[in-house]
């Protein structure tokens, strides 16, 4: 039998690169495929994907959801549960284009959805709370059927390819987003499969992600607690459990977030001002479980923004810079420098320090 | 300075300062050879019996009254240990009389003698305190200054 | 009763006369009076059937000119019938009693510590050297809250329940005054002070002099309540509920009146030379709901400041009684397998009652989680944690830090002659006779406690170093980091961890 990804543990190296436009204008995939181009050698082939946010404004009120069906029994078992449990107002196929580099490719269908309010109400969860038990639900228990994308407004894309290919393959061209996230990945264990390509997105979080995480078990352990099922066994997917639990269901903000995955040393907390050291000391210790360590680069893409984080020890290259209204992010600047030759202000944020970038208000 | 200080309260009576002593003083290069079927003559001696028990050895003085009756000048300082010098001493052992502590003892050849911290034995420093088991016997730079 | 001794000595003491001479502190030193100086032919004997195997004498033998052997003197044992066991029949043949014996359990069962590798990074991810980058042991015990709250100008509010923090994931189990000496106290509270971790009064109260090491003492509760009033639950960082122990599951304790001096009296609130006898049960804690009354009780009568520990030995149904315990109200959970040692247990006892506390922790841990509850309550692992690799396997499968004891004894001075009971410890420690217990001097024994754990400290930051992980938090619980050698399916199911080469 196939050994699916899910079923091992697999770490993986890999590039990273993001680009927001501050002023929400929209901007077509071939920019952040570019950027990925000098990072080529990051990846080995294995997986690569984007994410982009404003993509459907036409259906901005709807969860998008973009699922893998292995066959079309597991694609009508999984649209008999989708029937079920939500209103589907649109079901089409994502537009692909059939190159050489890309082979052996899954159904790939999207579904613009919403929750039924009476089901809502009588579950007394929100329709975000409701979304994220559907996604579990389909990706535990509907065997070929796999949610990859499940926010309102964006979408992610990805496969088994170099990730230049894959942004050919889904004709990003063809969408205009205000961010976009990339990812090439360099998986250390075959076969890397779709759902194991990265952005790992939950709702409206998408988390590219560069390194292997020490804590892996940990977290996973943890986060499994509230409710969430690691089925892929990446450290991408249980860095974006850990953000959806942390931001939507705590109420956390991003930058207190990011003091609980790479929180501050303790040596670091007591020398700072008091008010400040009793919530880092708090926050430390209320969420020991979710400190996530060992080496790792990050862009959590987000409804309006993205922040990008770095490990506390900074074991995982990347940079920022801007141009005009423009802010890229990227494993390396060559990457930022594809996007947009004259970029500025580089800057390489220091462990632990998160760079939050939002759209301006009104503006997506 | 650094000297001998005892504490009662930890003093087992093992009696062991007293070998190490013996055994430091001897010249010989292990116990066995120093101290077998040979009378134990040590420069320290454990006093007291029962569960008080407490190691003796020279105070150091800082005024020695045994030097002041030394009629030979075999006993003198050297940077606040109080030393004998063997081939001086007459073998009077008016010090012996004279030492409150009883820490001066007559020698197996005459001499009188005394501790000497061990800085003149290959220990280089006290052996009591070094082998002491349960630290009752420290060697250390203390404020208070002795007699 | 017949004038036939049935066993010969365990031990055989062999001196070295060429070496021997003649100091006596063989004979100085032995409260089992083994030793015995015969002057008129300038000699030292033995009498070895006194003999517990301390090696106390082979200790400060000056000379070297000691050993202690075990007797090759054989019993017609097999397999089934081991020496052990035949003893044992002629020992209660003689006697007419329960056999006692102390320390842990020294069966031949499976230490699952040693059956468990630990990982480290290779390529992929890069190791870490605590040399040059901070590595945090730091680890706060306690109950976190399930949602946060924020005040009116969107500030986090930071009030927590209580919680006792520790700089390194070790404390020193409970061992009472009166179980063991006045140094050994005070050597474990100076020691847990300077260490920033804890210590244990055990049942036996907590000594006047000892009040001021409050803020790194746990103060216990058991079912006999000696030495428990309002200034000494007020004394301590925490309280710590017994309910049972690993050495003695489903048993009391029994502190022999000839150990209860006027010191030991004081402290416990007995009379003099009286026999203090814990009950087996807390009679005031027949089920689960009256245990949450007396966590609570305690709670009450401290102020709500002080978390409260519940300490269960492990047991067959250990998962679903940590889960009532984590339901009770109580902060931290203290489970101690079947291996942990005592001062005095009923043989039997000792060596069959209970579970070993790797199976009972990684279950334990387990439950919880699949409840949604481990973060109600932290959890503790003792019951033979030997060595750092063993915390580090323990944080591993999900404990929050390790109690520790005989490891401490050990480090005191103890030779596991398990022979506590006797009361004629010739280390000082488990005795109460004052000639015995000033041979342990505190300003050693502390300064030895100090030693084992910093070196212990320096270990688990090598080990979680090479794993890549630079915070204890990101350990606990995480079993990839752990792999099995030679269990079953079952013990890897239970244990949570795959074989190695997985």
């Known amino acids: 039998m196939r050994v699916l990804e899910g079923q091992f543990r697999n770490p993986s190296g890999c590039a990273i690169s993001a680009v927001i436009s501050r002023n929400g204008e929209r901007m077509s995939g071939e920019q952040i495929i570019e950027s990925m181009k000098p990072m080529h050698e990051r990846s080995n082939g294995l997986g690569g994907g984007f994410a982009g946010y404003g993509i459907y404004p036409e259906y901005r009120e709807l969860f998008a959801l973009h699922l893998f069906f292995s066959g079309k029994e597991a694609k009508k078992d999984c649209e008999d549960y989708l029937k079920g449990a939500l209103e589907l107002v649109k079901a089409e196929v994502i537009p692909t284009r059939t190159i050489p580099a890309i082979t052996d490719e899954p159904l790939i269908w999207r579904y613009f959805v919403t929750p039924l309010r009476s089901v809502l109400a009588s579950m007394q969860v929100d329709e975000n709370e409701y979304i994220a038990r559907v996604v579990m639900h389909i990706n535990t228990a509907i065997t070929g059927a796999y949610v990859f994308s499940s926010g309102k407004n964006m979408g992610v894309f990805k496969a088994v390819g170099f990730p230049e290919d894959v942004g050919e393959f889904y004709r990003l061209e063809d969408y205009g987003a205000y961010s976009w996230t990339a990812h090439g990945r360099y998986p250390t264990n075959t076969p890397g499969w779709w759902g194991g390509a990265h952005p790992f997105a939950l709702l409206d979080w998408t988390v590219v992600h560069n390194g292997e995480i020490s804590s892996y078990d940990a977290n996973r352990r943890c986060i499994e607690m509230y409710g969430y099922k690691c089925t892929l066994q990446t450290d991408t997917e249980v860095i974006t459990y850990i953000a959806d639990y942390l931001l939507r269901k705590q109420g956390l903000t991003l930058e207190e977030t990011a003091s609980v995955i790479a929180a501050p040393f303790w040596e670091t907390i007591e020398r700072m001002p008091e008010a400040e050291k009793r919530e880092l000391t708090y926050l430390r210790t209320v969420f020991p479980s979710l400190l996530v360590t060992g080496p790792f680069s990050i862009v959590l893409g987000f409804h309006g923004g993205l922040m990008a984080l770095n490990d506390r020890l900074k074991l995982r290259s990347m940079v920022t810079a801007e141009k005009g209204d423009r802010v890229f992010i990227a494993s390396e600047e060559a990457a930022i420098r594809a996007m947009e030759p004259a970029a500025e202000n580089f800057y390489a944020p220091a462990g632990g320090e998160p760079v939050i970038v939002r759209v301006r208000e009104g503006c997506c | 300075m650094k000297r001998v200080y005892v504490n009662e309260e930890w003093c087992l009576g093992c009696h062991l300062c007293e070998y190490n002593c013996a055994f430091a003083n001897s010249g010989a290069r292990d116990m066995v050879t120093a101290l077998k079927g040979k009378p134990i003559l040590p420069r320290i001696r454990v006093e007291g019996e029962g569960d008080v028990t407490y190691a003796v050895s020279c105070r150091h003085c800082r005024d020695p009254i045994c030097i002041r009756g030394c009629i030979s000048g075999a006993l003198h300082k050297e940077g606040g240990t109080v030393c004998i010098d063997r081939e001086k001493c007459v073998g009077c052992l008016t010090c012996v009389l004279l030492c409150p502590y009883g820490a001066v003892l007559p020698g197996p050849d005459g001499a009188a003698m005394k501790c000497e911290l061990c800085l003149k034995n290959a220990c280089g420093e006290p052996a009591c305190a070094a082998g002491c088991p349960n630290r009752a016997i420290v060697y250390e730079e203390r404020e208070e200054e002795t007699v | ?502």
């Open chain 3, 1 to 502: 009763m017949s004038g036939i001794n049935f066993l010969f000595p365990e031990f055989e003491v062999v001196r070295n006369d060429d070496r021997c001479i003649r100091c006596r502190v063989c004979e100085r030193q032995c409260a089992n009076e083994v030793h015995f100086y015969d002057a008129a032919r300038d000699r030292v004997f033995s009498d070895e059937s006194k003999c517990v195997n301390c090696q106390r004498c082979v200790s400060l033998c000056p000379t070297r000119a000691l050993k202690i052997v075990r007797s090759d003197c054989r019993l017609r044992e097999n397999a089934n019938w081991d020496s052990d066991t035949i003893r044992e029949v002629y020992k209660q043949a003689e006697s007419g009693g329960v056999l006692l014996s102390s320390m842990g359990n020294p069966k031949p069962l499976p230490v699952y510590w040693d059956k468990l590798l630990i990982n480290a990074s290779q390529v992929t991810n890069p190791s870490i050297d605590p040399l040059r980058e901070p590595m945090e042991t730091r680890v706060f015990l306690g109950k976190k809250p399930k949602t946060l709250e924020r005040d009116g100008n969107g500030k986090l509010k930071t009030e927590l329940t209580p919680q006792l923090e520790l700089d390194i994931p070790v404390m020193f189990s409970a061992m009472s005054y009166g179980s063991i000496s006045y140094n050994a106290h005070a050597s474990l509270a100076r020691a847990a002070t300077a260490l920033g971790t804890c210590y244990n009064t055990g049942e036996g109260g907590l000594h006047e002099d000892f009040y001021k090491y409050g803020p790194n003492t746990i103060v216990q509760v058991a079912s006999g309540r000696f030495g428990v009033h309002e200034d000494f639950l007020q004394a301590g960082a925490a309280i710590e509920i017994k309910m049972g122990q690993g050495a003695k599951p489903g048993i009391g304790g029994h502190l022999p009146g000839a150990k209860v001096g006027p010191d030991v009296s004081r402290t416990r609130m007995i009379p003099e030379g009286s026999d203090a006898i814990s009950p087996a049960p807390h009679h005031d804690i027949y089920s689960i709901e009256d245990l949450r009354q007396l966590v609570w009780s305690l709670k009450e009568a401290t102020g709500h400041v002080k978390p409260v520990i519940v300490k269960v030995a492990a047991v067959h149904n250990i998962a679903a009684i940590a889960s009532g315990i984590a339901r009770s109200g109580a902060d931290i959970i203290a489970i101690d397998g079947f291996r942990g040692g005592t001062g005095a247990a009923p043989t039997r006892i000792r060596d069959h009652v209970g579970i070993p506390i790797e199976l009972a922790l990684a279950s334990v841990d387990a439950r919880l989680r699949e409840e949604g509850i481990r973060d109600r309550v932290s959890l503790v692992a003792g019951g033979s944690i030997r060595s750092s690799a063993d915390v580090v396997k323990a944080v591993a499968l999900g404990a929050d830090a390790c109690y520790i004891a005989t490891a401490a004894v050990l480090a005191l001075g103890c030779h596991l002659c398990r022979t506590c009971q006797s009361g004629k410890c010739n280390w000082g420690i488990a005795t109460q006779r004052p000639d015995l217990a000033k041979r342990l001097n505190p300003d050693i024994g502390s300064q030895r406690l100090i030693n084992l754990m910093t070196a212990w400290k320096r270990e688990i930051m090598e080990l979680m170093g090479g794993m890549g992980i630079n915070s204890i938090e990101a350990l606990r619980g995480n079993r990839l980091m752990l792999r099995g050698v030679g269990l079953n399916e079952t013990e890897l199911r239970i244990l949570g961890v795959s074989h190695a080469g997985e």
